[in-house]
């Protein structure tokens, strides 16, 4: 990917970070050091930090998956919007499509469900003062945002997990480019629902409306133009 620095290289697949996500951590920094100083913008970029410390490791499920059916991941790129694995190729079968899908968000469970576990043996160790503890409070903070990782990569739309597992199961029964084609639908369907609650409600909603609806279109031109290599898998 242009604009991305390489930063470490983990059982031969790149870990790349863009440019883009060095601003935003900048942008973290000064804006939380605007309200609470020095040590507010060291908590912020180091949430932010392991925020995507597990968006990695979601990726990494991803990747470890599709190299159990011989395909290979050469980079792993963060941004801003989340993490991106290049796959060489998407898998043959249905049911390989679904166990990589699922491997990502996966990963996420895990790690909510050993940040819970230890969140509340802190808590029994240490009483009343666990409210007090900043470590304690990350680490409860990461365990929500992992299970909001979850629920978010599951909304069954491109390029979310979800679509390529809602994709997955209907190829099990239907030709590749008409499950796709089904998916991409339900996906653009519930984009413009987000669009219509975003106008009403929150904003962001729009955003993830747009990028949705960008989603399901190009994943249905990818299965159109079958035999041309997968961009990505995104989340
Ligand atoms: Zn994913």
Avoid at 59 to 79: C, M, N, S, V, W
Avoid at 102 to 116: F, K, R, T
Avoid at 131 to 156: D, G, H, T
Wanted: charged letters at 10%; hydrophobic letters at 60%.
């Amino acid at each position: 990917m242009r604009w991305s620095l390489k930063v470490a290289s983990v059982a031969g697949i790149e870990v790349r970070i863009h440019l883009s996500f060095l601003l935003f951590l900048a942008w973290i920094w000064f804006s939380y050091y605007q309200v609470a100083g020095l040590p507010g913008a060291v908590q912020g970029v180091l949430f932010i930090l392991s925020l995507f410390a597990c968006v990695l490791l979601h990726e990494f499920g991803h990747a470890f998956a599709a190299r159990a059916f011989g395909i290979a991941t050469p980079d792993i790129t963060l941004l801003p919007i989340g993490g991106v694995a290049r796959l060489t190729r998407i898998p043959d079968k249905p049911w390989q499509e679904l166990v990589v899908a699922i491997a990502g968000p996966l990963v996420n469970v895990v790690i909510a469900a050993a940040l819970i576990f230890v969140v509340h043996r802190s808590a029994e160790l240490e009483q009343l003062q666990y409210l007090e503890s900043p470590r304690v409070e990350l680490l409860s903070k990461l365990a929500s945002v992992n299970v909001m990782l979850v629920l978010f990569n599951l909304i069954p739309a491109f390029p979310m997990d979800g679509g390529r597992i809602l994709r997955a199961l209907l190829a099990m029964t239907l030709p590749y480019a008409q499950a796709t084609q089904i998916a991409a639908w339900i996906g653009q369907g519930l984009a413009v629902v987000f669009g219509i609650f975003g106008l009403f409600g929150n904003p962001l909603l729009i955003f993830i409306a747009f990028f949705i609806f960008a989603g399901a279109q190009q994943e249905a031109a990818i299965a159109r133009a079958k035999g041309s290599p997968r961009p990505a898998a995104k989340d």
